[in-house]
């Protein structure tokens, strides 16, 4: 059975750099596009990006200049780091696999507070 | 980017009433890259429907959608109590993949 487990903090301040994890089980983190997606309270979802075993990355337009991702097979995880937090960002951070362009599993999510 | 434009914005329904959820795209998607998702609080999104009309892995089939070009439907049969959530789609034909707003379902 696949599973994410994500990890990082629930609470950031202005200005900083937030700095996410998850952690892959059951599938070859080799595979697969892994992919960061946000929801603001009362909104929508909101595909942050994706990035491939090879360093291959994708961003969302809206976010490209703040955000970075990586992905380190040794420890089967990958990572995103956004910049320059501002309240705007306070959202439920998730991380999914991306088969065939759908997300089939997901973490478990991790609410990010913007906030000093 | 695709916008993707879900009505209604909530639906109110009872348990065994059948429920259709719209999803209108700004451009054309290919049906091949079109996902329904299913979340509630506190849970990750569960993915329904991928390709537009195919049931994931463990989904009942009271489930189902449909659609090509810029309109696709997803059809909940007969409601059940585990199934008022809020549903969204999807699209990953072109980047940035986008999803629509949401509807909720709600119990009448």
């Known amino acids: 059975q696949v599973q994410l487990q994500q990890s990082g903090p629930g609470l950031v301040k202005p200005s900083e750099t937030l700095s996410l994890t998850c952690t892959v089980s059951?599938?070859?983190?080799?595979?697969?596009?892994w992919t960061w997606i946000r929801q603001p309270a009362g909104r929508g979802l909101e595909w942050i990006g994706q990035?491939?075993?090879?360093?291959?990355?994708n961003y969302n337009p809206s976010l490209e200049s703040r955000v970075t991702m990586s992905l380190d097979t040794s420890k089967s995880q990958f990572s995103l780091k956004l910049t320059s937090m501002t309240a705007a960002d306070t959202a439920l951070y998730y991380c999914?696999?991306?088969?065939?362009?759908?997300?089939?599993?997901w973490g478990q999510g991790i609410l990010v507070t913007v906030s000093s | 980017e695709v916008v993707l434009t879900q009505s209604p914005g909530t639906l109110s329904l009872s348990p065994g009433e059948r429920a259709t959820l719209s999803c209108r795209a700004s451009?054309?998607?290919?049906?091949?890259?079109l996902a329904w998702y299913q979340h509630k609080p506190g849970q990750a999104p569960r993915l329904l429907i991928y390709g537009a009309s195919y049931r994931a892995t463990g989904i009942p089939d009271r489930f189902s959608g449909i659609g090509s070009g810029t309109d696709f439907t997803l059809t909940i049969s007969r409601l059940e109590l585990e199934d008022f959530s809020v549903y969204s789609c999807q699209q990953s034909e072109t980047l940035p993949s986008t999803f629509g707003q949401g509807t909720k379902v709600e119990i009448k």
């Open positions: 451009q054309r998607v290919s049906s091949s890259y």
């Open positions: 059951g599938a070859s983190i080799r595979s697969f596009y």
């Open positions: 990035v491939f075993s090879t360093g291959t990355t």
């Open positions: 999914a696999r991306a088969y065939n362009r759908y997300f089939d599993f």
